[in-house]
């Protein structure tokens, strides 16, 4: 069965990174969306989708954009994608397909096992929001001073529960 992904999630996610006008412009929100549409948890692994998401990404944006990689943003301001954007922006559309999966012990076990395999803030994000209370209170702390440890904070902070204030 095919995951339930709508072009408008792709296109909110998408859109910080591309800009309106890109998005418009070109049909790239709608092959990502069938792409992670057609994604089924006993055909695939997330890390196979994740590297074949990633590789659409490099080589669309690579030929929208001329080989410049660079788009105009709603603020006007011009970005060029280096493969560090673009390794966020694919985890943000895993992100996606994350939200969407069904919060059971299987789905849990593909997505910690996939979280501890590979560097995603959207999988910890799920992780921390839809299976909870499949950790302990310790496990749960780690994961929070973790996420602390390595990402920034404009990456978290409208998801993560500020921190508790020392006793």
């Known amino acids: 069965m095919a995951m339930p992904i709508e072009k408008t999630d792709v296109e909110r996610v998408l859109r910080p990174w591309l800009g309106s006008l890109f998005l418009n412009a070109h049909p790239l929100a709608a092959l990502i969306t069938e792409k992670l549409s057609s994604y089924a948890p006993y055909r695939q692994d997330l890390k196979s989708l994740h590297d074949e998401l990633e590789v659409l990404l490099i080589t669309r944006l690579n030929s929208l954009t001329n080989g410049t990689l660079t788009v105009i943003l709603d603020n006007y301001r011009s970005r060029r994608l280096g493969q560090a954007a673009i390794a966020e922006m694919t985890d943000d559309l895993m ?34 929001q839809k299976y909870a209370s499949y950790y302990t209170p310790e496990e749960l ?27």
Do not use: H
């Not at 994350?98 to 395999?117: E, M």
């Not at 990402?151 to 204030?165: I, N, S």
């Open 95 to 128: 992100g996606v397909v994350f939200d969407r999966l069904t919060p059971f012990s299987a789905n849990f076990i593909k997505l910690n096992d996939y979280s501890l395999r590979n560097e995603s803030l959207s999988a910890l994000r799920v992780l921390y």
């Open 141 to 167: 702390d780690c994961m929070v001073g973790m996420i602390r440890s390595v990402y920034p904070p404009e990456r978290y902070q409208t998801w993560l529960r500020p921190q508790k204030p020392s006793q």
